[in-house]
C-alpha cells in the first residue's frame, strides 16, 4: 500500500523557517516525480513545485521561487520542502504527493498524503 | 500560467440524477505528438486529501466507479456524474499537467438536493 507521511508543519513567524518532509512507503520512490501541493484554509488546491526522480529537474510555481526549495533522499525514501521567508500567504496544509509513474513530469498525481498544517503568524 | 476555470461553483443534484462539472483552460492542453490531454479530475471529501478520478481527460483511474466519465478536448472538459450517489457529495477539482505551474480550477462543490 502507498503510504505518504508528511510532517515538520507547524506554527512560525513571518520571514521564519521550516523544512516538510515526507515519508514515502509502499511504492518504488526512485521511479516517481514528487510533488507538493498546497491548501489555505477553506480554499482551493494550489501546486506547489515538483522533483524528478534523481532530483536533477526541479519545478516551482512563481509565488514560492526563490524561498522554497524541494529536494529528496532516495536513501531514505523521503521528499522534502525547505521554506524560507514565510508569509503570511504561505499559511495553508501541505500535501506531499506523488506524480504518475513515467520518466515525465508533465504527469497527473495519483497518490497524497494527509497534509501537515503549516501556520505563518505573529 | 495556463488558467483552469470550472463551473459552476457549486451545484445541488438529487440522488440518482446527473451531475455535470465543466473546465475550461485558457490555452489548449491537448499534446499533438501523442494527442493526450493533459488534464485529471480529482475529488476531494472532507478532511480527506484529493483523490485521483479521471487522467488524460476520460480515462478512469482503477477502483473508480464507472458513474463517473471525463471528456472533451483542447480547452473544454467536462466531469459527469451519471447517477449521483451520497458518498459522491465532495469538491471536485480539474488539473492541468500540461505546462508549469500544474495548475488547478477552483474547485466545484457538489451536494445533495
Known amino acids: 500500500e502507498v503510504q505518504l507521511v508528511e510532517s515538520g508543519g507547524g506554527l512560525v513567524q513571518p520571514g521564519g523557517s521550516l523544512r516538510l518532509s515526507c515519508a514515502a512507503s509502499g511504492f518504488s520512490f526512485s521511479s516517481h516525480w514528487m510533488n507538493w501541493v498546497r491548501q489555505a484554509p477553506g480554499k482551493g488546491l494550489e501546486w506547489v513545485a515538483n522533483i524528478k526522480q534523481d532530483g536533477s529537474d526541479k519545478n516551482y510555481v512563481d509565488s514560492v521561487m526563490g524561498r522554497f526549495t524541494i529536494s529528496r533522499d532516495s536513501a531514505k525514501n523521503s521528499l522534502y520542502l525547505q521554506m524560507n521567508s514565510l508569509r503570511a500567504e504561505d499559511t495553508a496544509v501541505y500535501f506531499c504527493a506523488r506524480g504518475l509513474s513515467g520518466e515525465s513530469g508533465y504527469r497527473p498525481i495519483d497518490n497524497w498524503g494527509q497534509g501537515t498544517l503549516v501556520t505563518v503568524s505573529s | 500560467d495556463i488558467v483552469m476555470t470550472q463551473s459552476p461553483d457549486s451545484l445541488a443534484v438529487s440522488l440518482g440524477e446527473r451531475a455535470t462539472i465543466n473546465c475550461k483552460s485558457s490555452?489548449?492542453?491537448?499534446?499533438?505528438?501523442?494527442?493526450?490531454?493533459?488534464l485529471g479530475w480529482y475529488q476531494q471529501k472532507p478532511g480527506q486529501p484529493p483523490k485521483l478520478l479521471i487522467k488524460?481527460?476520460?480515462t478512469r483511474e482503477s477502483g473508480v466507479p464507472d458513474r463517473f466519465s471525463g471528456s472533451g478536448s483542447a480547452t473544454d472538459f467536462t466531469l459527469t456524474i451519471s447517477s449521483l450517489q451520497a458518498e459522491d457529495v465532495a469538491v471536485y477539482y480539474c488539473?492541468?499537467?500540461?505546462?508549469?505551474?500544474?495548475?488547478f480550477g477552483q474547485g466545484t462543490k457538489v451536494e445533495i438536493k
Open positions: 488539473q492541468q499537467y500540461y505546462s508549469i505551474p500544474h495548475t
Open positions: 490555452q489548449s492542453v491537448l499534446y499533438s505528438s501523442n494527442d493526450a490531454n493533459y
Open positions: 488524460w481527460a476520460s
